[in-house]
Structure formats: C-alpha cells, structure tokens
C-alpha cells in the first residue's frame, strides 16, 4: 500500500508518552471506561477526532500574529469574509465558535416543535440541535451505507426515492429546511456525489424547502468527486466546491476539520431575512457578528486554513494516509467499512466481536481495548452515540452499524504512528473471543457518549 510522503516537513515537535500498561487499568477505572474522560496526556496516539486536532502550518501561526482583537469590523473578520465568498460564495454569513454553536443558531431561528429536518445522515450535534428545539432529525441516507462491504463510491448519498416519499408523507410545511453532511461522518466519511447532491437540492426546491450543507467535510468529499465522480477528474477542487455549494441556501460548517483550526465555524446563508434572525441570536449566544465567539486571531487562522483545506497536494496526501491505515487494519483480518472514508478507518466493532450484542456496546469495548493494548483513543459510533427511545412508541432503536472511528488528525501523525496502531488491532483480534461488553452506570438524555460511565458485564 502506497503512502505518499507529507506534503510538509516538521518544524515544531510535541512529545508524547506511552504509560505502563498498569497505569492505563487504573485510569480506565477511573474514567468509568468512557475514552472520552481520560486525560490526553495518558494517551499515546489520539484518534478520537480529527476535529480541532489537527496542526497548524507556518501561515496560520503567522495569522495567528496578524490577528486584530477590535470588537466589531476587525481586519481579521474582513479577512476571514473575503476567504468565505471567494471558497464558498453565499451572499451572508457569521462566524461561530464551532459547527454545533452555527447549528444552534440555524435550529434556533428556523425550526419549530414538531418539525422535521431530513438529511443524508445527521451528525450527533445536529441530531441533538434539532431535538432540543423540538425537532425531529430523519436520516435518509441509500441503504448501501448500512453494509460495511458494499464499495458504493458514494455511500453518503441521499436516498431520492426515500426523500421524494418522505416529503409527501411530512408535508413540506412541516420541513423547515433540508440538509445534506458532505462527508457522510455518520456513516464512515463517506462522500457524497455532484450529481446526488444536485438531485437532493432539486427535489428541495421543488417543494420550495431550503437547502442546507453540513460542509465539515466539504473539502475531502470534493477531492473525492475529483477522484470518483465522471466529468470532474480533471477539474480543480476550489472549482467543485464552487460547483456544491451554488446548489445549497446555505451551509453550517466546523470549520475544526477543513479549514485545521483548533476552533471555529462559519453558518452561511443566501436569504436575507434569515441572516437578520441569525444575527440577532448570534448577539445572544454567540457575540457581536463580525467575531462570532472567536477570538481576532481565530478568525484570521481560519481564513488561511480555508484555503490550505483545499490543496491538492495536502488533499492527496491526506486521504491516503487514510486509505492506507483502512488498508493495513484490512489486511490484519479486521473489517472495516468499505471504501475507506476520507478522516478516519470505522472499525465494524460487531465483527470483532460477534459474541457482544448491540445493547451491551461492542464499540465500546473496542474502545477500551485499544486503549488497554496501546494507548491509543478511538471513538464509539454506535449504540452509545444513536441508540434512541422513541417517544412515541416507547421503544428503544440501535443504529445498523457498531462502529470504532479510528479518526486522523490533519497532519499530525506520521506513517510509524499509523503502523503502531495496526499492531495493536492486530493483537486485539488474537485474544477478541475473552472480551465481554459493558453496561451504563450513568447516561445523560442527549449527547451522552461524552459523558457516560459505563462497568464491565
Ligand atoms: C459532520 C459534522 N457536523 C458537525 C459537527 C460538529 O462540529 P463541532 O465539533 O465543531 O461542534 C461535527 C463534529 O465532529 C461533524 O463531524
């Protein structure tokens, strides 16, 4: 498997540590076995998100100096405005402390209780935004993303069929607006195609619902229409991302993951009346709408990662790193989620351990493992993340997929870091059979794979 020398060399080192194995039983138990609740310095290689993690480059460090900290109209905000319309091109927007803070605001001013917000597949955050304004998220990604082996080049795609029927059953009165998350994070960073995404906006505006881009990953799924998707191989990514984002009303990004800040998010909107609503909630939430709950600095960072983010030397680079990773866990025997996504392998923790049902969290005890065998952080996306109660029914739903996300932080590790953590799965597997499964000993009503504490059955 090719692994493509960074696009970078490094300047600045940050050590990390690899605790004894003793040390790491002990922190285990005090972390009530969520990974989440460990302190980063007992962790040698941190794959629990790519979001925020990743490193900066000599630019951005340099912005960081050019930041203006001026409480309204600062340079930096006309900085980051100009990198906006020119990378994306809708007439408003805001900066936001990060993707969930430009939800809120988003699901603040349009949604109502009752309501229904469809997507491809929600996020948590967003899933949990629209709850907590009485909404209701509805996922209606194709079922090819439901089977791990299936190599769909677009596995992030919008069921058109299921959309159409969806909101002929709901009523578009009742659908405040519509989304679409490029990359699919949900369901393993898979992307989304041009033409899936202009169908979806279409049949949107048919019924006269905006549209709406969870673009976090706007710059990886782009990379990947170059990659994949007829008609664009030979077309520069800054053009695609034009191309995507002229068929949206809006988009709500981190911009923690493609722009490689350690903070930030951007809400942006072509409708004038709903940027009005937007700022007024931003004062309230957020601050003033030319900072937007970051710091002058922050916003100059991020305008210079914008275009960092779409690099197509950086962008080759990072998604075979990832590919490579996926490649090498695959040919330790450990399935994984086919093709491999864009930021991160999604380990199928339910065919490690076969033996673990969905109810006692086989994706939490992959968790632990890897943190037992290696030190390593990885995240749950399974049970922990989706299982749901339906209020209406009274019973409990699992998500289709048990998954470990092994997510990568943009240029951060190295091909040796990657290798390590191959041979820790690798001895993982060796010993999968003696491996029980979990139970919550405390579970929050929403998000609560941040904070649960769970004890082994
Ligand atoms: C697709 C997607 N949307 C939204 C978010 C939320 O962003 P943030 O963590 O900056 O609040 C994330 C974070 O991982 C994400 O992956």
Same mark, same amino acid.
């Given at each position: 498997m090719y692994y493509p020398p960074e696009p970078f060399r490094i300047k600045v080192t940050e050590p990390i540590r690899l605790i004894a194995g003793e040390e790491r039983e002990a922190r285990l138990v005090e972390a009530g076995y969520n990974v989440f609740q460990l302190r980063a310095e007992d962790i040698f290689i941190d794959l629990l998100t790519d979001s925020g993690t990743g490193a900066m480059s000599q630019e951005q460090w340099a912005s960081l100096m050019r930041g203006d900290e001026s409480y309204a109209g600062a340079r930096s905000f006309q900085r980051l405005k100009a990198a906006v319309e020119d990378v994306f091109g809708f007439k408003y927007f805001v900066p936001a402390h990060q993707g969930r803070a430009a939800e809120n605001i988003l699901t603040a001013v349009l949604v109502k209780a009752g309501q229904y917000v469809p997507s491809n597949m929600h996020f948590d955050t967003t899933d949990a935004n629209i709850r907590a304004r009485g909404g209701r998220p509805v996922n209606l990604v194709i079922d090819e993303a439901f089977d791990p082996a299936n190599l769909h080049p677009f596995k992030g795609n919008m069921d058109l069929g299921k959309l159409r029927a969806f909101i002929g059953k709901i009523g578009a009165a009742n659908i405040p607006f519509g989304m679409m998350t490029v990359t699919n994070n949900a369901a393993g960073g898979q992307p989304v195609s041009m033409a899936n995404l202009k169908a979806v906006a279409g049949l949107y505006h048919e019924y006269g619902i905006p549209f709406f881009i969870d673009a976090a990953r706007y710059a990886e799924n782009c990379y990947f229409i170059k990659l994949r998707e007829k008609d664009y191989e030979c077309k520069p990514v800054r053009e695609i991302a034009r191309e995507m984002f002229s068929y949206a009303d809006g988009m709500c990004m981190s911009a923690k993951k493609d722009a490689i800040v350690n903070m930030g998010g951007l809400l942006c909107m072509n409708d004038e009346e709903i940027f009005e609503n937007v700022k007024n909630e931003l004062i309230l939430r957020e601050g003033f709408p030319t900072y937007g709950g970051l710091a002058g600095r922050d916003l100059d960072a991020m305008a210079t990662g914008l275009y960092e983010g779409l690099d197509e030397s950086y962008l080759a680079y990072r998604l075979a790193q990832t590919a490579y990773l996926g490649a090498?866990?695959? /040919?330790?025997?450990?399935?994984?989620?086919?093709?491999?996504?864009?930021?991160?392998?999604?380990?199928?923790?339910?065919?490690?351990? +076969?033996? !673990?049902?969905?109810? /006692?969290? +086989?994706?939490?005890?992959?968790?632990? /493992?890897?943190?037992?065998?290696?030190? !390593?952080?990885?995240? /749950?996306?399974?049970?922990?993340?989706?299982?749901?109660?339906?209020p209406d029914t009274g019973i409990w739903h699992y998500p289709k997929l048990e998954l470990l996300r092994l997510a990568i932080p943009r240029r951060t590790y190295t091909q040796s870091h990657m290798d390590y953590v191959v041979d820790s799965l690798a001895k993982i597997k060796d010993r999968a059979d003696t491996i029980r499964g979990y139970k919550f000993t405390y579970a929050p009503e929403l998000l609560r794979h941040f904070t649960a504490r769970f004890e082994p059955l």
């Open positions: 090498c866990i695959n /040919e330790a025997g450990i399935p994984t989620i086919q093709p491999i996504g864009g930021h991160a392998v999604y380990i199928d923790a339910h065919a490690v351990f +076969p033996h !673990i049902p969905n109810y /006692e969290f +086989p994706g939490v005890s992959l968790a632990v /493992e890897m943190y037992r065998e290696g030190a !390593i952080r990885g995240s /749950e996306i399974g049970s922990v993340m989706f299982g749901c109660l339906d």
